[in-house]
Structures are given as C-alpha cells and as structure tokens.
C-alpha cells in the first residue's frame, strides 16, 4: 500500500511510501483519508508519526504524469457542488484531498521529514502535523504558482504558520526554501541529522502518548476552535472545555497538583 498505517502501543506510524519522492496519486489520497479516520475513531493510539519511507522523501507533491478522466459537466458540477461519496465513485475520484482538509482531528501528528515536502506534501505537513522535525537536506515549497495554479497559501491559512512576510515568500515566488529558512520561519520545531530522525520522532511521539490523552485532546481543540473566536468566545469555551478535561482525569484517577491539600498546609 502507498500508505502504510502501524500501530505499536499508542503510537501510530503513517508512512507514504511510493518511491523515492513519495508521488501522491489520486487513490492515495482516499486512503490517507481512510488512514487519518481510523487513526483519530481509535482511543487506544494517542498520536502519530508521519513520514516518508526510509530513505525517501517526505513528499514531492502530486504525480503531474497522472492524466485524469474526461468527465462531463454534469459530473463536473456534482463533484464541485457535493462532497458525497457514491458507490460508482472510483478510489482516484477527484475531491478526497479536500476532504482531508475538512476532517476535525483532535490528536497530535508529527512529522519526521527528509527530503522534498512539496506541494501536496507541503500541504499535508501544514495542514496534518502539529510538530516538525527534519534533517538538514530537507527541502519545503508552494510551486504551483509556477504552473499556474494559486490559491494554495489561503486554502493552508499559512501566515498562521509562519510570519507574513515568509508566507508571502513562500505563496508568490514558487522558490524551495531550506530546513535553516524552515527553523528561521518558526515552520518547523528541530533540525536532527538524518540517522537521528527516526528515534527522535519516536522520542517526541512517547512524550506526548504519556501525558492524559483527554487533557491533550482539550488542549488541541481549544486551540483550533479558538484561533477563529472572539476572545471572549475562547474564554468561555475554553473555561468549559478545561472543566470537562479535569473531570474526565478525576474520573480515570488523575488529580490536578492544585487540588492536593499537603498535610502542612
């Protein structure tokens, strides 16, 4: 399978594995759809690791090779008008990218990237993972401007990711930027060497699946739902988010340090 999906305790693996550059291709994307929905339907996988097979990179972005079928303009104007998934759909059916930007998910995803994360792969770094490593030849990039196709930089809301000015280099002049642009740019969390790459993904994704998965879950979603809320709107949702997130640790035993009483006090 082009994306492999392991678990091994609660750590899931989420590999795009198609050669050497890791070419997306229609079907792939229904199934990382399909991987991405049974990662976040199971509780006993607190987080991910997202990468490309082992000496590959990350992703270079769509198979521009691939020719898509001929489809009328009534097919056309479905496909554009609804997201609905028919039976006579086949895998490489066009709208399973977008689909995937529509998924809520409330589990953390790192990225442990080498290599080229182009276009498509630039996408689904930013939209997909919430941490970021890479090594040292890692290689990041929008170049669709250059062929023509736009709109990309706003679809990511990327000056959310990284200030305005690097968005803007990024969306308008099709350039790769470097793994020290990617550090200097706030776009990615550490640069590791590429024989480290692994074990400190492996390293963080443990970090992260021993903390109380309910308390990591309430922290990502305030934070999603809260960047597009007034503050006064995050404040009240957040107030009865956290209250539910120290209720569900009370009820699997675990007490905030706030709320032990020392015996000397």
Same mark, same amino acid.
């Given at each position: 399978?082009?994306?492999?999906? #392991?678990?091994?305790?609660?750590?899931?693996?989420?590999?795009? =594995?198609?050669?050497?550059?890791?070419?997306?291709?229609?079907?792939?994307? +229904?199934?990382?759809?399909?991987?991405?929905? #049974?990662?976040?339907?199971?509780?006993?996988?607190?987080?991910?690791?997202? +990468?490309?097979? =082992?000496?590959?990179?990350?992703?270079?972005?769509?198979?521009?090779?691939?020719?898509? #079928? @001929? !489809?009328?303009?009534?097919?056309?104007?479905?496909?554009?008008?609804?997201?609905? +998934?028919?039976?006579?759909?086949?895998?490489?059916?066009?709208?399973?990218?977008?689909?995937? *930007?529509?998924? &809520?998910?409330?589990? %953390?995803?790192?990225?442990?990237? @080498?290599?080229?994360?182009?276009?498509?792969?630039?996408?689904?770094?930013?939209?997909?993972?919430?941490?970021?490593?890479?090594?040292?030849?890692?290689?990041?990039?929008?170049?669709?401007?250059?062929?023509?196709?736009?709109?990309?930089?706003?679809?990511?809301? *990327?000056?959310?990711?990284? !200030?305005?000015?690097?968005?803007?280099?990024?969306?308008?002049?099709?350039?790769?930027?470097?793994?020290?642009?990617?550090?200097?740019?706030?776009?990615?969390?550490?640069?590791?060497?590429?024989? @480290?790459?692994?074990?400190?993904?492996? #390293?963080?994704?443990?970090?992260?699946?021993? *903390?109380? %998965?309910?308390?990591?879950?309430? &922290?990502? &979603?305030?934070?999603?739902?809260?960047? @597009?809320?007034?503050?006064?709107?995050?404040?009240?949702?957040?107030?009865?988010?956290?209250?539910?997130?120290? *209720?569900?640790?009370?009820?699997?035993?675990?007490?905030?340090?706030?709320?032990? +009483?020392?015996?000397? =006090?």
């Amino acid at each position: 399978m082009p994306i492999r999906y #392991e678990t091994d305790g609660a750590i899931a693996t989420i590999t795009i =594995d198609n050669g050497r550059l890791s070419i997306m291709q229609p079907q792939m994307h +229904k199934e990382m759809h399909r991987v991405l929905t #049974e990662f976040s339907a199971d509780d006993a996988v607190h987080v991910a690791i997202m +990468k490309g097979a =082992d000496g590959c990179s990350f992703c270079a972005g769509d198979d521009l090779k691939w020719k898509p #079928e @001929d !489809p009328s303009n009534r097919t056309m104007l479905e496909r554009q008008l609804s997201t609905a +998934k028919r039976r006579s759909d086949p895998p490489a059916r066009p709208g399973w990218d977008q689909e995937i *930007l529509r998924l &809520e998910r409330f589990k %953390p995803i790192i990225a442990a990237v @080498d290599g080229y994360a182009l276009g498509q792969g630039f996408m689904m770094l930013t939209h997909l993972t919430d941490l970021r490593i890479c090594t040292p030849d890692a290689e990041f990039g929008l170049p669709e401007v250059a062929y023509g196709m736009g709109g990309i930089g706003g679809l990511l809301r *990327l000056g959310r990711q990284m !200030p305005h000015t690097a968005a803007m280099w990024c969306m308008l002049t099709a350039e790769r930027f470097s793994a020290e642009k990617a550090m200097e740019w706030h776009y990615v969390n550490e640069i590791v060497p590429r024989d @480290d790459l692994a074990g400190r993904a492996r #390293e963080i994704a443990e970090k992260v699946a021993s *903390l109380p %998965p309910l308390a990591v879950r309430v &922290e990502m &979603e305030s934070y999603q739902r809260g960047m @597009d809320m007034s503050r006064e709107d995050a404040v009240i949702m957040m107030g009865h988010l956290y209250r539910m997130s120290v *209720l569900g640790g009370a009820l699997e035993g675990i007490t905030p340090a706030f709320m032990t +009483k020392k015996k000397d =006090d």
